[in-house]
């Protein structure tokens, strides 16, 4: 049994369920996920008792995200340490991401904040955190 509160799925409505494979099936694999549906609208991936949907619903109502609207702004994601980022940063272009705030990376979230931004070419934003060693005091 799951812990209460505990996140149990995240369903993401796409306009392209094609690109939306490419880009963040590509990713969730990369940090761990597994292939855990696939029907013809939608693929969903389980990492541990949480899972994330994506589907090309034939009830949406805009053909993009626009994470500045009301909803979803983007999801986090840890990834291990700032090798490992930086592994991910450099994989990403090849499957649709686009490097966000490049001129502040990999600290554009603050100087105690190592961290990726993603956007894809659907305007959905991933932050990948890498673990930072302690500061020395």
């Not at 996140?7 to 940090?31: K, M, Q």
């Not at 994470?67 to 994601?77: D, E, S, V």
């Not at 990834?79 to 272009?93: K, M, R, S, T």
Request: some cysteine.
């Amino acid at each position: 049994m799951a812990e209460r509160g505990v996140l149990h799925h995240i369903e993401l409505w796409v306009p392209d369920l094609t690109r939306a494979t490419d880009s963040l099936g590509w990713l969730l694999i990369a940090l761990g996920y597994v292939l855990h549906q696939d029907w013809a609208d939608g693929r969903s991936w389980r990492l541990g008792d949480t899972y994330i949907v994506v589907e090309q619903s034939s009830a949406l109502t805009a053909t993009a995200h626009d994470r500045c609207q009301p909803g979803l702004n983007h999801l986090a994601f840890h990834v291990g340490d700032a090798a490992q980022l930086g592994e991910l940063i450099a994989a990403a272009a090849s499957h649709r991401w686009k490097l966000m705030f490049a001129e502040r990376h990999p600290y554009a979230g603050g100087p105690d904040h190592c961290a990726g931004y993603l956007e894809n070419s659907d305007g959905f934003e991933v932050e990948l955190v890498a673990s930072q060693p302690s500061q020395p005091s």
